[in-house]
């Protein structure tokens, strides 16, 4: 009975109201890529509404990137196509105190998170 009761909770999802968190991100924190086009894909911990906030920490550490994401069928991964220069370090926000785009189904901003990653 408990195990399926702990089943139950992990399948049913973050309470309402929770604070979406970014579960993963790719090109990963810290990696080293090819230069070249590429995908940035964040990942929340929850089904988001179809907004975003992918932010700038300065105009040369951002990559040069379409202006919509593609959302996945569950809602939970946002995949931007860009394209990033050998010998470069890239930053990228997702959210930040003034900018709140990914939000939950609820209406709740994402926790602001940042990956910085450099080109080969």
Same mark, same amino acid.
């Given at each position: 009975?408990?195990?399926? +009761?702990?089943?139950?909770? +992990? ?18 924190v810290g990696a080293e890529i090819a230069a070249g086009k590429i995908q940035i894909k964040v990942t929340f911990d929850q089904p988001m509404r179809a ?14 990137? +379409? ?54």
């Amino acid at each position: 009975m408990i195990i399926l +009761a702990v089943a139950v909770i +992990a399948l049913a999802g973050p309470p309402a109201g929770a604070i979406p968190l970014v579960r993963a991100v790719s090109p990963a924190v810290g990696a080293e890529i090819a230069a070249g086009k590429i995908q940035i894909k964040v990942t929340f911990d929850q089904p988001m509404r179809a907004s975003w906030s992918f932010v700038m920490r300065d105009p040369a550490s951002y990559p040069d990137c +379409a202006k919509t994401p593609v959302q996945s069928a569950d809602g939970r991964t946002f995949t931007l196509d860009c394209t990033v220069e050998a010998g470069k370090d890239y930053w990228i926000g997702f959210n930040s105190e003034r900018f709140k785009g990914f939000q939950s189904l609820d209406g709740v901003a994402a926790k602001p998170a940042m990956v910085r990653f450099s080109a080969h």
